[in-house]
């Protein structure tokens, strides 16, 4: 049950408002919501039973803008006025689609290679942002018509390989209209969601879902374990759609009517026709054998064998990027536990054979294709809205938990998903000659420095005895009791010094942020990687730098003038290597100061033994 509250104004009861989740395609969008009732997925619909906007977007001579299915219908006509496609140009410069510029049949500006792309009606200009923006607050709008609620928060989906640019976009495109954007979701996990796969935190399954929608083709292999999607691999083609099925049979029939291209360049009509009629077999042939239909008053006619000959060679396309999201994601097709259909174009019985026969199983087509992102999109939503609280797992750690090591590295102690209670202990020692006190600070999260982190205490273990850098032997424990709560204890063990402190490791998270985290950290474990790398060898660097100069000021005597001179020169271009966040550089500037050292070490070790030696021998000989 949702909240209710009281309007003040007008002294009605308002009803929580509810998050939406929208699915914002290429060629369709919708939106879907949990019933507040049975408590399942269901798109919103008009009166007239459609769900499905097409994301079009028309401008008439005014200015005034269309979205949906009366826009579709100047497609043709007039494709100057008639952005489609625009998702696309999202988060795009002229230089990412000018190879593809043809494809538009609106003017996109090119004057600014560099700079997001923008297009142009008329005298005005607009970006794809402005654009997407028009077809969210036609949904908004819709949503709210329907649920007769405002509707300012939404969970929206992009396609797994969208890069942060495009996310951003689309954020954006949400916040021009009104809305306020909760989580972008990528399109596959939604899917994978609707079908409640991921929902039971205990298996892992590796799912691959197969989309085909109106203009483009993704397939994508996910990981799911414990509650998390991982993308393993995502592969496809973004000119490969039922849209080609369509001019697949708008060629057949031009072919049969010996209708020539000049013609329809001239006969607007007769080409907006030809392709809303082609579509139309299409979509018929799905369920039947045999279409027969009329274009200008002509006969046409397609039977389901002439059809799949016609599109073979595309559906034997998508098969092979099949072939290659597993290779990329290094996967067998035995190691698949699930295949889920996703796009309007996988209704085509030809479609879904092939990709049942490739996977070798049985392939989910339960819920409607092209909506099921959507109402995976809802799904998503309302665990965001906290009203589904079984998703989150209590009896384990949501988020690892560790310190802060030098160069501000998390070092996990008790990793995510520990089971609770548990306890976990590691060793550190002091970095200074004389250190008498360690500062310890607790973290919680995934991301490899602490910064990206959540800080969850810190206490300073004082009273360490004088000793030199590295002998100190600082235990720090974890252990978390089974209500929750995590006492981390530090104790140095020469001296038995020790000090400790409780935290609530999930203090004032919600679930919503557990899962931001977890996400941030999947999205960034590539830079994550990259960062620690620089740190690590900072940090080493230091430690060179640090024990070198040590050895320099104690032994310079046993050095040659000229020796000093190189060591000190390596020192110096060591520790300017530092500033440079260039991790090979500092490596290879390590490693000079590394050879030219380490000869110093064995001479030192040398002499230690020939005055042991020496000393000997010197007795024995009296
Ligand atoms: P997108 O994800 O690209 O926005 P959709 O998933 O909505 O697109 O898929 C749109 C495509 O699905 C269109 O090419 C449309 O013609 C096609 N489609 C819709 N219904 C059917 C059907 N019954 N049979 C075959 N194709 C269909
Ligand atoms: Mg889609």
């Known amino acids: 049950m949702g909240k209710i509250a009281i309007n003040i104004a007008t002294g009605s009861l308002q009803q929580q408002e509810m998050i939406v989740g929208i699915d914002l395609g290429t060629t369709n969008s919708l939106v879907a919501i949990i019933h507040p009732e049975d408590r399942k997925p269901v798109v919103l619909k008009e009166h007239d039973g459609n769900a499905l906007v ?3 977007v028309y401008f008439d001579r005014s200015g005034s803008i269309t979205v949906g299915d009366e826009a579709k219908n100047y497609l043709v006509t007039e494709p100057q006025n008639t952005i489609f496609s625009v998702k696309r140009l999202m988060g795009k410069s002229y230089n990412d689609v000018k ?3 043809s494809f538009f049949t609106y003017k996109v ?3 600014n290679t560099e700079s997001l792309v923008k297009i142009q009606v008329g005298d005005k200009f607009y970006s794809p942002v402005e654009l997407s923006s028009y077809i969210l607050t036609e949904l908004k709008k819709r949503a709210e018509h329907i649920l007769k609620t405002p509707v300012t928060r939404a969970v929206i989906t992009v396609p ?4 942060d640019a495009q996310r951003q976009a689309t954020r954006d495109a949400g916040k021009l209209a009104g809305l306020d954007v909760l989580r972008i979701v990528n399109e596959p996990t939604a899917a994978s969601l609707a079908y409640g796969l991921g929902m039971r935190t205990d298996e892992t399954k590796t799912v691959a879902v197969y989309d085909l929608g109106g203009g483009t083709f993704d397939i994508s292999i996910l990981r799911i374990s414990n509650g998390i999607f991982e993308v393993l691999s995502t592969n496809g083609d973004t000119y490969l759609g039922g849209d080609d099925f369509d001019h697949a049979i708008v060629k057949h029939w031009m072919d049969q009517k010996k209708i020539r291209e000049e013609e329809l360049m001239i006969h607007k009509d007769l080409a907006q ?3 809303l009629t082609a579509e139309q077999a299409k979509k018929h042939l799905s369920n039947n054998s045999n279409y027969e239909g009329a274009v200008a008053g002509d006969k046409v006619s397609l039977s389901k064998k002439e059809f799949e000959g016609l599109i073979q060679s595309l559906v034997d396309k998508t098969i092979q990027r099949c072939k290659n999201a597993l290779a990329d994601a290094n996967i067998s097709i035995k190691e698949i536990d699930e295949v889920v259909m996703v796009g309007g174009s996988t209704r085509v019985p030809l479609v879904k054979e092939s990709v049942s026969k490739f996977f070798n199983r049985k392939v989910h087509d339960e819920l409607n294709p092209d909506e099921v992102v959507a109402l995976g999109a809802a799904v998503q939503a309302d ?26 590295l998390m070092d996990v102690l008790v990793p995510r998903n520990s089971k609770i209670p548990s306890k976990a202990g590691r060793q550190y020692t002091t970095q200074k000659d004389g250190q008498s006190g360690m500062r310890i600070s607790v973290y919680q999260g995934e991301r490899d420095l602490v910064k990206d982190n959540r800080r969850l205490a810190e206490f300073n273990l004082s009273g360490i005895p004088a000793m030199p850098a590295g002998l100190a032997k600082v235990e720090v424990a974890f252990l978390i009791n089974a209500d929750g ?20 490791p999930q ?9 931001k985290m977890l996400m941030d950290s999947i999205r960034h474990a590539n830079e994550d990687i990259k960062i620690r790398a620089l740190v690590e060898a900072k940090t080493e660097a230091q430690l060179l730098i640090d024990t070198t100069r040590k050895f320099l000021d104690k032994n310079a005597g046993l050095l040659l003038p000229a020796e000093i001179e190189a060591t000190t020169k390596a020192i110096d271009e060591l520790r300017t290597s530092l500033d440079s966040d260039n991790k090979d550089m500092i490596n290879q500037k390590t490693e000079t100061l590394n050879e030219i050292s380490r000869p110093y070490a064995e001479r030192l070790m040398d002499m230690a033994i020939s005055k042991a030696m020496s000393g000997k021998s010197i007795r024995d000989s009296i």
Not at 160 to 163: H, I, L, S
Not at 383 to 408: H, Q, R, V, Y
Not at 507 to 515: Q, R
């Open 383 to 408: 665990i965001l809205a906290g009203n589904n609280k079984d998703f989150l797992l209590l009896d384990i750690t949501p988020l690892s938990l560790g310190i802060e090591t030098m160069g501000g």
């Open 485 to 504: 709560i995590l006492n981390v204890r530090a104790k140095e063990l020469r001296s038995g010094v020790e000090q400790s402190i409780e935290v609530k």
């Open 99 to 101: 190879e593809r510029s």
């Open 109 to 111: 500006i090119d004057d």
């Open 273 to 275: 026709e030809l392709r």
């Open 507 to 515: 203090y004032g998270l919600t679930d919503a942020e557990v899962e």
């Open 160 to 163: 797994a390989y969208f890069n």
């Open 54 to 56: 097409p994301s079009i």
